[in-house]
Protein backbone atom coordinates (compact mmCIF):
# COMPACT_ATOMS: atom_id res chain seq x y z
CA UNK A 1 0.00 0.00 0.00
CA UNK A 2 1.13 3.31 -1.33
CA UNK A 3 1.06 6.16 0.37
CA UNK A 4 1.80 9.37 -2.24
CA UNK A 5 4.18 11.88 -0.61
CA UNK A 6 5.76 15.76 -1.34
CA UNK A 7 8.96 16.95 -1.35
CA UNK A 8 8.26 18.35 2.53
CA UNK A 9 6.89 15.24 3.60
CA UNK A 10 9.64 13.53 2.66
CA UNK A 11 12.24 15.69 4.10
CA UNK A 12 10.37 15.11 7.39
CA UNK A 13 10.53 11.14 6.27
CA UNK A 14 14.40 11.43 5.87
CA UNK A 15 14.41 13.27 8.89
CA UNK A 16 13.03 11.13 10.92
CA UNK A 17 15.17 8.02 9.77
CA UNK A 18 13.04 6.62 6.75
CA UNK A 19 14.87 4.43 4.20
CA UNK A 20 15.21 6.06 1.00
CA UNK A 21 15.06 3.69 -2.42
CA UNK A 22 15.81 4.86 -5.67
CA UNK A 23 14.44 2.89 -8.22
CA UNK A 24 16.17 4.14 -11.42
CA UNK A 25 18.47 1.74 -13.38
CA UNK A 26 22.06 1.87 -11.32
CA UNK A 27 23.64 4.86 -14.07
CA UNK A 28 20.95 6.90 -12.77
CA UNK A 29 21.86 6.48 -9.02
CA UNK A 30 25.38 6.64 -9.33
CA UNK A 31 25.41 9.96 -11.32
CA UNK A 32 23.16 11.66 -8.20
CA UNK A 33 20.69 10.33 -5.81
CA UNK A 34 18.87 11.54 -2.89
CA UNK A 35 21.12 11.67 0.64
CA UNK A 36 21.11 8.04 2.11
CA UNK A 37 19.10 6.13 -0.87
CA UNK A 38 19.80 2.86 -2.05
CA UNK A 39 19.98 1.42 -5.68
CA UNK A 40 17.34 -1.23 -6.18
CA UNK A 41 16.05 -0.94 -9.98
CA UNK A 42 12.09 -1.27 -10.36
CA UNK A 43 12.56 -4.35 -12.47
CA UNK A 44 14.45 -6.28 -9.12
CA UNK A 45 11.93 -5.14 -6.97
CA UNK A 46 10.46 -8.25 -5.78
CA UNK A 47 9.79 -9.62 -2.46
CA UNK A 48 12.79 -11.06 -2.04
CA UNK A 49 14.54 -7.87 -2.49
CA UNK A 50 12.07 -6.34 0.05
CA UNK A 51 13.19 -8.40 2.52
CA UNK A 52 16.17 -6.66 2.90
CA UNK A 53 14.36 -3.35 3.85
CA UNK A 54 14.08 -2.60 7.68
CA UNK A 55 10.22 -2.90 8.00
CA UNK A 56 10.55 -1.03 11.35
CA UNK A 57 10.98 2.16 9.58
CA UNK A 58 8.86 3.97 7.09
CA UNK A 59 10.27 3.05 3.44
CA UNK A 60 10.13 6.25 0.59
CA UNK A 61 10.73 4.87 -2.83
CA UNK A 62 11.24 7.93 -5.98
CA UNK A 63 11.69 7.38 -9.38
CA UNK A 64 12.71 10.41 -11.59
CA UNK A 65 9.52 12.21 -12.28
CA UNK A 66 5.80 11.95 -12.50
CA UNK A 67 5.90 10.75 -15.99
CA UNK B 1 5.71 3.08 2.20
CA UNK B 2 5.29 6.37 0.64
CA UNK B 3 5.83 7.12 -2.80
CA UNK B 4 7.61 10.50 -3.80
CA UNK B 5 5.95 10.76 -6.92
CA UNK B 6 7.87 14.35 -8.16
CA UNK B 7 11.20 12.37 -7.54
CA UNK B 8 14.26 13.15 -7.85
CA UNK B 9 14.07 15.79 -10.52
CA UNK B 10 12.10 17.76 -8.53
CA UNK B 11 14.53 17.45 -5.18
CA UNK B 12 17.42 18.55 -7.62
CA UNK B 13 15.00 21.35 -9.18
CA UNK B 14 14.68 22.69 -5.77
CA UNK B 15 18.42 22.53 -4.76
CA UNK B 16 18.04 19.95 -2.24
CA UNK B 17 21.51 18.46 -1.81
CA UNK B 18 22.04 14.76 -3.61
CA UNK B 19 25.10 12.43 -3.40
CA UNK B 20 26.49 10.71 -6.36
CA UNK B 21 29.52 11.57 -9.23
CA UNK B 22 27.61 13.88 -10.67
CA UNK B 23 28.40 17.85 -11.07
CA UNK B 24 29.12 19.93 -9.69
CA UNK B 25 25.80 21.76 -9.90
CA UNK B 26 25.20 25.65 -10.74
CA UNK B 27 23.37 25.28 -7.01
CA UNK B 28 26.51 24.65 -5.83
CA UNK B 29 27.90 27.89 -7.22
CA UNK B 30 25.47 30.48 -6.51
CA UNK B 31 26.50 34.20 -6.10
CA UNK B 32 24.22 36.29 -4.48
CA UNK B 33 21.93 38.54 -6.19
CA UNK B 34 20.61 41.88 -5.00
CA UNK B 35 17.05 42.54 -4.96
CA UNK B 36 14.16 44.60 -4.62
CA UNK B 37 10.57 43.78 -3.58
CA UNK B 38 7.96 44.76 -5.89
CA UNK B 39 7.35 48.31 -4.72
CA UNK B 40 10.37 49.04 -5.28
CA UNK B 41 11.67 52.31 -7.02
CA UNK B 42 14.57 52.94 -9.84
CA UNK B 43 15.57 55.00 -7.09
CA UNK B 44 16.23 52.35 -4.55
CA UNK B 45 17.21 49.60 -6.91
CA UNK B 46 20.00 52.69 -8.39
CA UNK B 47 20.84 53.01 -4.22
CA UNK B 48 20.91 49.24 -3.51
CA UNK B 49 23.14 48.93 -6.85
CA UNK B 50 25.87 51.48 -5.35
CA UNK B 51 25.90 50.11 -2.10
CA UNK B 52 26.08 46.42 -2.82
CA UNK B 53 29.92 46.54 -3.33
CA UNK B 54 29.57 43.39 -5.42
CA UNK B 55 29.86 44.63 -8.89
CA UNK B 56 26.55 43.68 -9.57
CA UNK B 57 24.87 45.30 -12.66
CA UNK B 58 21.52 44.20 -12.26
CA UNK B 59 18.38 43.82 -9.43
CA UNK B 60 16.19 41.18 -9.46
CA UNK B 61 12.41 42.01 -8.33
CA UNK B 62 11.32 39.47 -6.04
CA UNK B 63 7.76 39.13 -4.04
CA UNK B 64 7.58 38.37 -0.65
CA UNK B 65 7.73 34.61 -1.16
CA UNK B 66 11.06 35.04 -2.51
CA UNK B 67 10.16 34.34 -6.27
CA UNK B 68 11.75 36.28 -8.71
CA UNK B 69 9.21 37.89 -11.43
CA UNK B 70 11.88 40.28 -13.10
CA UNK B 71 15.21 41.85 -13.66
CA UNK B 72 16.34 45.57 -14.15
CA UNK B 73 20.07 46.41 -15.74
CA UNK B 74 21.86 49.84 -15.06
CA UNK B 75 21.55 50.45 -18.37
CA UNK B 76 17.75 50.41 -18.00
CA UNK B 77 17.62 52.12 -14.36
CA UNK B 78 19.75 55.12 -16.05
CA UNK B 79 16.76 56.38 -19.00
CA UNK B 80 14.57 56.28 -16.68
CA UNK B 81 12.78 58.62 -13.52
CA UNK B 82 13.71 58.23 -9.80
CA UNK B 83 9.79 57.72 -8.81
CA UNK B 84 9.04 55.01 -11.61
CA UNK B 85 7.89 51.42 -9.96
CA UNK B 86 10.38 48.67 -11.14
CA UNK B 87 7.61 46.82 -12.30
CA UNK B 88 6.91 49.22 -14.93
CA UNK B 89 10.49 49.09 -16.12
CA UNK B 90 11.62 45.44 -15.51
CA UNK B 91 11.78 43.42 -17.71
CA UNK B 92 9.70 40.50 -16.58
CA UNK B 93 10.14 36.72 -16.48
CA UNK B 94 13.93 36.65 -16.78
CA UNK B 95 15.33 33.50 -18.06
CA UNK B 96 16.31 30.92 -15.38
CA UNK B 97 17.56 27.90 -15.14
CA UNK B 98 17.30 24.96 -12.50
CA UNK B 99 20.16 24.50 -9.61
CA UNK B 100 20.58 20.72 -10.91
CA UNK B 101 21.73 21.80 -14.06
CA UNK B 102 25.62 20.98 -13.94
CA UNK B 103 28.06 23.08 -14.98
CA UNK B 104 29.35 21.60 -17.42
CA UNK B 105 25.51 20.93 -19.50
CA UNK B 106 26.20 24.88 -19.30
CA UNK B 107 29.52 25.53 -20.41
CA UNK B 108 29.37 23.55 -23.50
CA UNK B 109 26.01 25.36 -24.28
CA UNK B 110 28.22 28.25 -24.26
CA UNK B 111 28.33 29.45 -20.72
CA UNK B 112 26.92 32.76 -19.60
CA UNK B 113 25.48 34.05 -16.31
CA UNK B 114 22.39 33.09 -14.90
CA UNK B 115 19.67 33.30 -12.58
CA UNK B 116 18.92 29.89 -10.95
CA UNK B 117 15.66 29.44 -8.79
CA UNK B 118 13.75 26.48 -7.88
CA UNK B 119 11.52 24.31 -9.60
CA UNK B 120 8.50 26.98 -8.12
CA UNK B 121 10.40 30.10 -8.97
CA UNK B 122 12.14 31.53 -6.05
CA UNK B 123 15.57 33.23 -6.60
CA UNK B 124 18.38 31.33 -5.20
CA UNK B 125 21.33 33.43 -6.89
CA UNK B 126 23.21 33.86 -9.62
CA UNK B 127 26.22 31.08 -11.40
CA UNK B 128 28.20 32.55 -13.88
CA UNK B 129 30.29 29.35 -16.41
CA UNK B 130 32.82 30.08 -18.75
CA UNK B 131 32.16 28.34 -22.70
CA UNK B 132 33.96 25.14 -22.39
CA UNK B 133 37.25 26.33 -25.06
CA UNK B 134 38.27 24.16 -27.93
CA UNK B 135 41.98 25.06 -28.81
CA UNK B 136 41.36 24.01 -32.57
CA UNK B 137 38.58 22.68 -35.02
CA UNK B 138 40.63 19.49 -35.55
CA UNK B 139 40.70 19.15 -31.92
CA UNK B 140 36.76 20.07 -31.31
CA UNK B 141 36.17 17.78 -33.82
CA UNK B 142 37.81 14.91 -32.31
CA UNK B 143 36.63 16.09 -28.61
CA UNK B 144 32.45 16.13 -30.34
CA UNK B 145 33.02 12.20 -32.29
CA UNK B 146 35.08 10.84 -29.14
CA UNK B 147 32.37 12.14 -26.63
CA UNK B 148 29.16 10.95 -28.80
CA UNK B 149 31.04 7.68 -28.92
CA UNK B 150 31.33 7.61 -25.03
CA UNK B 151 27.54 8.86 -24.74
CA UNK B 152 26.47 5.85 -27.55
CA UNK B 153 28.53 3.49 -25.47
CA UNK B 154 26.72 4.56 -22.33
CA UNK B 155 23.03 4.33 -23.68
CA UNK B 156 23.75 0.87 -25.07
CA UNK B 157 25.15 0.06 -21.57
CA UNK B 158 22.37 1.28 -20.00
CA UNK B 159 19.64 0.15 -22.46
CA UNK B 160 20.66 -3.61 -21.78
CA UNK B 161 20.89 -3.11 -17.91
CA UNK B 162 17.15 -1.45 -18.34
CA UNK B 163 16.08 -4.05 -20.79
CA UNK B 164 18.09 -7.01 -20.46
CA UNK B 165 17.70 -9.32 -23.07
CA UNK B 166 14.26 -7.63 -24.30
CA UNK B 167 13.51 -5.67 -27.42
CA UNK B 168 11.99 -2.51 -25.85
CA UNK B 169 8.91 -1.15 -27.59
CA UNK B 170 9.55 2.29 -29.27
CA UNK B 171 8.07 3.49 -26.36
CA UNK B 172 9.67 2.08 -23.28
CA UNK B 173 12.67 3.04 -25.41
CA UNK B 174 11.35 6.91 -25.93
CA UNK B 175 10.36 7.41 -22.25
CA UNK B 176 13.90 5.76 -21.01
CA UNK B 177 16.03 8.27 -23.40
CA UNK B 178 13.89 11.06 -22.32
CA UNK B 179 14.57 10.17 -18.64
CA UNK B 180 18.12 10.53 -18.75
CA UNK B 181 18.50 13.57 -21.03
CA UNK B 182 16.54 15.46 -18.37
CA UNK B 183 18.73 14.11 -15.85
CA UNK B 184 21.52 15.05 -17.47
CA UNK B 185 20.39 18.98 -17.18
CA UNK B 186 18.04 19.00 -20.57
CA UNK B 187 14.61 20.45 -19.87
CA UNK B 188 12.03 18.22 -20.63
CA UNK B 189 10.69 20.37 -24.15
CA UNK B 190 14.63 20.34 -25.28
CA UNK B 191 14.42 16.30 -24.47
CA UNK B 192 11.75 16.04 -26.59
CA UNK B 193 12.49 17.91 -29.37
CA UNK B 194 15.78 16.20 -29.31
CA UNK B 195 14.03 12.76 -29.17
CA UNK B 196 11.84 14.49 -32.42
CA UNK B 197 15.38 15.23 -34.33
CA UNK B 198 16.27 11.43 -33.94
CA UNK B 199 12.87 10.34 -35.13
CA UNK B 200 13.68 12.16 -37.97
CA UNK B 201 16.86 11.72 -39.10
CA UNK B 202 16.06 7.45 -38.32
CA UNK B 203 13.12 8.12 -40.85
CA UNK B 204 15.16 10.04 -43.14
Known sequence: MYTNAGRAQV?????????????????QYRLAHLPGA???????LTRDRARDLDRSRPVVVYCFDTL | MYDYVDGKADWMAYGL?????????????????????????????????????????AVVVVTGDGLAVGEVDLETLADRPDDAALLDVMDPVPTTVRPSVTVASLAEGGGGERLV???DGRLLGRATVEASIHHDDHDHQDTREERYEAEMTAVLQAVEERFGD??????????????????????????????DQLDDAEAE
Open chain 2, 17 to 57: PVEGDDGPFLGQQLVEVPTCAVSSTVADARRLLRSSGTGAS
Open chain 1, 38 to 44: ISIPAWE
Open chain 2, 117 to 119: TTS
Open chain 1, 11 to 27: QELVDAGAQVVEVLERR
Open chain 2, 166 to 195: REPTADELHAFLRERLVSEGRSVEDAERFL
